[in-house]
């Protein structure tokens, strides 16, 4: 190359341009893979919230189909009503039938008989006799249980209201 031919320069001149935009795509384009790495990570990290978020809507969806199921099931409603005299009832209001009723032995007054492994339908209603005296008066509630109700429920024993006789 002779020093004063004048294309060669410029022909150096352009080659070092280009060897200066080459070094700077170069530089940039780490960038990008750094920067494209980065935006792959964050792409997998947002699916992965995505799909967590997924799974927690379809076990919420699942729990109210179960509790709304649950609702709906017919449920035995088992109550002590006040009849005359002595005698009490067991009735059930519920809207399935109630089976092995049972008046626990908690506060219930001696001498008469228990309720004990009593079927109630729907709406029927048993009668029972249950006295007090000074020392075990009538209690003011029965535990009870019954099938699909194990622990036992407190049931307030109603009030005896006397019948007032018309003249």
Same mark, same amino acid.
């Given at each position: 190359?002779?020093?004063? =031919? $004048?294309?060669?320069?410029? /022909?150096? #001149?352009?080659? %070092?341009?280009?060897?200066?935009?080459?070094?700077? *795509?170069?530089? @940039?384009?780490?960038?990008?893979?750094?920067?494209?790495?980065?935006?792959? =990570? $964050?792409?997998?990290?947002? /699916?992965? #919230?995505?799909? %967590?978020?997924?799974?927690?809507?379809?076990?919420? *969806?699942?729990? @109210?189909?179960?509790?709304?199921?649950?609702?709906?099931?017919?449920?035995? =409603?088992?109550?002590?009503?006040?009849?005359s005299g002595d005698t009490w009832a067991l009735r059930n209001k519920?809207?399935?039938?109630?089976?092995?009723?049972?008046?626990?032995?908690?506060?219930?007054?001696?001498?008469?008989?228990?309720?004990?492994?009593?079927?109630?339908?729907?709406?029927?209603?048993?009668?029972?006799?249950?006295?007090?005296?000074?020392?075990?008066?009538?209690?003011?509630?029965?535990?009870?249980?019954?099938?699909?109700?194990?622990?036992?429920?407190?049931?307030?024993?109603?009030?005896?209201?006397?019948?007032?006789?018309?003249?």
């Amino acid at each position: 190359m002779n020093w004063g =031919d $004048a294309p060669a320069w410029a /022909a150096f #001149a352009l080659s %070092a341009a280009a060897l200066f935009v080459s070094i700077k *795509a170069r530089q @940039d384009g780490k960038r990008s893979a750094d920067a494209s790495g980065k935006s792959a =990570d $964050a792409a997998v990290r947002s /699916a992965d #919230a995505a799909e %967590a978020t997924l799974a927690d809507q379809r076990r919420a *969806a699942q729990e @109210d189909r179960w509790a709304r199921l649950e609702a709906e099931r017919p449920r035995a =409603d088992v109550v002590v009503e006040y009849v005359s005299g002595d005698t009490w009832a067991l009735r059930n209001k519920g809207s399935a039938p109630a089976r092995a009723v049972t008046v626990g032995e908690r506060d219930w007054p001696p001498g008469t008989e228990r309720p004990a492994g009593w079927e109630l339908a729907c709406g029927e209603a048993k009668a029972f006799m249950m006295a007090g005296d000074m020392v075990h008066p009538v209690p003011t509630q029965l535990w009870l249980t019954w099938s699909g109700q194990e622990e036992p429920v407190a049931h307030a024993v109603p009030l005896r209201t006397p019948r007032i006789r018309k003249r």
